[in-house]
């Protein structure tokens, strides 16, 4: 338990350094950063700050993708998304990502380090094949250890099972 309750707080300090580390510049879209809104932001690689998340809604029109249980397989819901990503990636040709594969709390480290590089992959395959040039995509594993939602049912788990951009490159 000491063990759960300290990587929960080492997870918090390390977010909120991180948010300290941010610029309190307006997001382009003037949305309220739901995660789930459709990429219908006009910015321009100009208005997004290198290193910039999907997550946080701060990668311009870029939006993280969601998988199901153990499935790195891209379902109609999450290519309809990776398409309006693969648009804005088009239309910005200097900005490059890394794209973060992410599990839920559930399996072995090592098996969800390995699921959330397929989950990555996955994403990556289909941006390339869909026009995106592949030196301007990267991908990373965090497997479990970087959770959006803190929650022990399906509702965080499925937080959890993504594919987020950070910008890299602008």
Known sequence: MTFSFRSVLLTLLLSLALVGCGTTKKKATGGDGDVNMGAESTSEAGDIELNADSDSGKAGSLRTVFFAYDSA?????????????????????????????????????????????????????YMVAMGVSSSRVSTISFGKERPVAFGHDESAWGQNRRANFVVTAK
């Open 73 to 125: 397989t891209l379902n109609s819901s999450t290519r309809e998304q990776l398409s309006k990503n693969v648009e804005f990636l088009k239309a910005n040709t200097s900005v490059e990502v890394q794209i973060e594969g992410h599990c839920d709390e559930r399996g072995g480290v090592q098996y969800n380090l390995a699921l959330g590089e397929r989950r990555a992959k996955a994403v990556k395959d």
